[in-house]
């Protein structure tokens, strides 16, 4: 079935480094794909998504790349803030219509220090 | 606008006792998910509503989950009896139907200890 692979944490950072959270996937079919974040308390958040193969999803200064030769999807950040501790998932869907079930990542917590 | 509505936040309960989620979605949302997010683990869908029909209930454990949305709107998800296992957060989350969005909305979950 339909799969999603991340990267394992904790990642540890110092403020202003650079991120970088691996995430790949196993679908049959051309799923759309999405990284989602919780901070401590709250639930879950959309972060970015991207619905086809070469799109570029941005929000917040993060970013990722749909791969479908490599199916990969990592998640990026030229310069981290202590505000952005928290755990993110990587998550796809096969169906683009309205019954968009989500199929998540084992999610990878991120901390960074001043 | 309000986001999704959890009820309760917390919840401890012994072994083989019956318990009740209850969650309220954004306003006009058509879809309803429940997830269960075993600690370490990512959501994994239990059930999927659309109004009040089932669309996908595959890993929902029937033989002591249940769930209901009546009305289109609210949604309770029960676990009787309850297992050591069942300890998770239990997420409620909703969507749009029409189609062109993608985005769930989630609610901040229901952290059930079975002891």
């Known amino acids: 079935g339909d799969s999603v692979t991340q990267m394992e944490g904790p990642v540890t950072l110092s403020e202003e480094a650079f991120l970088t959270i691996n995430c790949t996937y196993t679908a049959t079919g051309y799923p759309s794909l999405f990284w989602y974040v919780q901070y401590p308390g709250e639930g879950l958040q959309l972060l970015l998504k991207?619905?086809?193969?070469?799109d570029k999803g941005s929000n917040k200064g993060f970013e990722a790349t749909y791969r479908k030769e490599t199916t990969s999807f990592h998640l990026e950040k030229g310069s981290v803030q202590v505000s952005d501790s928290a755990v993110y998932f990587c998550?796809?869907?096969?169906?683009?219509?309205?019954?968009?079930?989500?199929?998540f990542g084992a999610g990878t917590r991120l901390a960074v220090h001043p | 606008e309000a986001g999704v509505a959890q009820s309760p936040r917390y919840k401890i309960i012994e072994k083989r006792q019956s318990v009740a989620f209850w969650c309220n979605p954004i306003?006009?949302?058509?879809?309803l998910y429940w997830y269960q997010q075993i600690l370490g683990q990512g959501p994994k869908l239990l059930i999927q509503f659309q109004n009040n029909g089932v669309v996908d209930d595959s890993q929902l454990p029937k033989d002591r989950f249940s769930a209901e949305r009546l009305k289109g709107v609210d949604s309770t998800l029960k676990i009787q009896p309850a297992k050591l296992e069942d300890s998770a957060v239990y997420l409620c989350a909703s969507s749009d139907a029409s189609g062109l969005s993608y985005e769930q909305y989630f609610g901040p979950g229901t952290r059930l200890t079975v002891t």
């Open positions: 998550a796809l869907s096969e169906y683009p219509g309205g019954y968009n079930k989500l199929i």
């Open positions: 306003s006009g949302h058509a879809t």
């Open positions: 991207a619905t086809k193969a070469d």
